[in-house]
């Protein structure tokens, strides 16, 4: 499987990487109930086809997705790099809850480490610069846990161009985990320069918009949805976003079929078009949604389908316009 170098560090990873936000299971921004076995084998399968690297979190589940991690990391001899995040506690209601205060960060990155099993995590990642009056402060005890050899390297998710500029004074960080897909485009404007400009990788998330580019949407799959899925709560889930998008996935059937491909993998190739991009984190919640999407691995798009494509984005854009 292709590799690409995260920024100025060491770490090689795979242009793929498993996201694990759906298996930590319910709670506010939860999935729907998830099956754990289903989640440890689709990270076991996940490591069996060559991804090199897992993006976890500390409020996926409120602890559970690190969970499984760490006891499926425990079943096999792989040892894949593994990024963890910090700055959301959570409330009984099993809400998030912003937090930068230092001596939290330092709770939640030992509570991490026991959670996953480790002794060093990979790359740290703070979670959102929220509170925006904390994330200096946060930034700074996530710089002296790198010190202390807690944490091998620093990066952060979320962030503007403002924002990174301003840790940066501090400590550069290492990379950035922004959205990115067909559909949320708006890292292209500045941030994805930026980026390439300072050596910071880039790990794009949700490329597969939450599941609405894989082509397993309908209004009948968008029905059959739990009632504390989120993506209930999305307007991208919702008319007239909903509807268009529908129309989109549809139009790139024809392209994805011609390379005997599926749409899934087609809107990861996509993020991974853009050279700035270091990998695109994929999720899934069993083994199968894996061992499709891990193959978009090494598909290089031609310039002949990014154009195709191209045109049905805008073509839906139009549509939208039109609508409001």
């Known amino acids: ?3 690409r170098g995260l920024g100025n560090t060491d770490m090689e990873l795979t242009t793929v990487g498993l996201g694990t936000w759906a298996i930590g299971g319910p709670w506010q921004f939860g999935w729907g109930p998830q099956d ?3 989640a440890r084998g689709a990270v076991l399968t996940a490591l069996e086809h060559g991804i090199n690297w897992i993006d976890t979190a500390p409020v996926y589940g409120l ?8 006891e499926a990391l425990r079943q096999t001899t792989h040892r894949p790099y593994i990024a963890t995040k910090c700055g959301l506690r959570w409330n009984q209601r099993r809400e998030k809850v912003p937090c930068l205060e230092p001596e939290s960060i330092r709770r939640e990155c030992d509570e991490s480490l026991a959670r996953l099993g480790l002794e060093v995590i990979d790359l740290y990642q703070m979670h959102w610069p929220d509170p925006p009056n904390d994330f200096e402060a946060g930034w700074e005890m996530m710089v002296r846990l790198r010190d202390e050899g807690k944490v091998r390297y620093l990066g952060v998710c979320n962030y503007s161009v403002a924002q990174l500029e301003c ?3 501090i400590e550069p960080p290492v990379s950035l985990q922004p959205p990115y897909s067909m559909i949320r485009r708006d890292v292209e ?3 994805l320069g930026y980026c390439a400009e300072h050596d910071m990788g880039v790990l794009a998330y949700s490329p597969m918009q939450r599941g609405l580019l ?7 799959g968008l029905a059959g949805l739990t009632p504390d899925d989120h993506r209930r709560r999305s307007p991208e889930f919702q008319d007239p976003q909903f509807g268009a998008t529908v129309e989109l996935v549809e139009a790139l059937k024809p392209i994805a079929e011609r390379h005997g491909r599926t749409r899934a993998q087609l809107a990861v190739a996509w993020v991974l078009r853009r050279p700035e991009v270091t990998s695109a984190i994929v ?3 069993r083994p199968s949604q894996i061992e499709e999407t891990v193959q978009a691995a090494d598909w290089n798009l031609g310039q002949e389908d990014i154009a195709a494509i191209e045109k049905l984005l805008a073509k839906r854009e139009e549509k939208l316009a039109g609508r409001f």
């Open 214 to 220: 894989t082509g397993k949407f309908n209004a009948k």
């Open 167 to 169: 840790i940066s004074r």
């Open 1 to 3: 499987m292709e590799k």
């Open 189 to 191: 404007d500045e941030l």
């Open 63 to 70: 602890g559970h997705s690190e969970k499984l991690v760490g």
């Open 283 to 285: 999720g899934a919640r």
């Open 36 to 38: 754990d076995d289903e």
